[in-house]
């Protein structure tokens, strides 16, 4: 049974830092590039990032390049995204994806999905 199972969010004053984290079961972790997506109320879900099997090729939203970090931990099956310098509008529900093949942020390349965390940012 495939499960992605994020961690880590929750509610921050603009300028602030999170940490989400994202564990993985039931396939080859190894094997899937993984990315961030978040979803505001309203809004289309967007890619934040992605990061490629081996962790050396890393995707960035414009909007959030320099702010946000993808790192994975292939021996442990974890996904992270250090989240800095936060703004409101950095608020949305995160969810963690798993594609076998993946060249985009297309949401149809990612087979797996998490079920989402809240990620909350006040001024």
């Known amino acids: 049974q495939v499960q992605l199972v994020e961690s880590g969010g929750g509610s921050v004053q603009a300028g602030g830092s999170l940490r989400l984290s994202c564990v993985a079961s039931?396939?080859?972790?190894?094997?899937?590039?993984m990315a961030w997506f978040r979803q505001a109320p309203g809004k289309e879900r967007e890619g934040v990032a992605r990061?490629?099997?081996?962790?050396?090729?890393?995707w960035y939203a414009e909007s959030v390049q320099g702010r946000f970090t993808i790192s994975r931990d292939n021996a442990n099956n974890t996904l992270y995204l250090q989240m800095n310098s936060l703004k409101r509008e950095d608020s949305a529900m995160y969810y963690c994806?798993?594609?076998?093949?993946?060249?985009?942020?297309?949401?149809?390349?990612?087979?797996?999905w998490g079920s989402g965390i809240q990620v909350t940012v006040s001024s």
């Open positions: 994806a798993a594609g076998r093949f993946v060249t985009s942020f297309a949401s149809r390349e990612y087979q797996y």
């Open positions: 039931g396939f080859i972790y190894s094997e899937y590039s």
């Open positions: 990061i490629q099997r081996y962790g050396t090729l890393r």
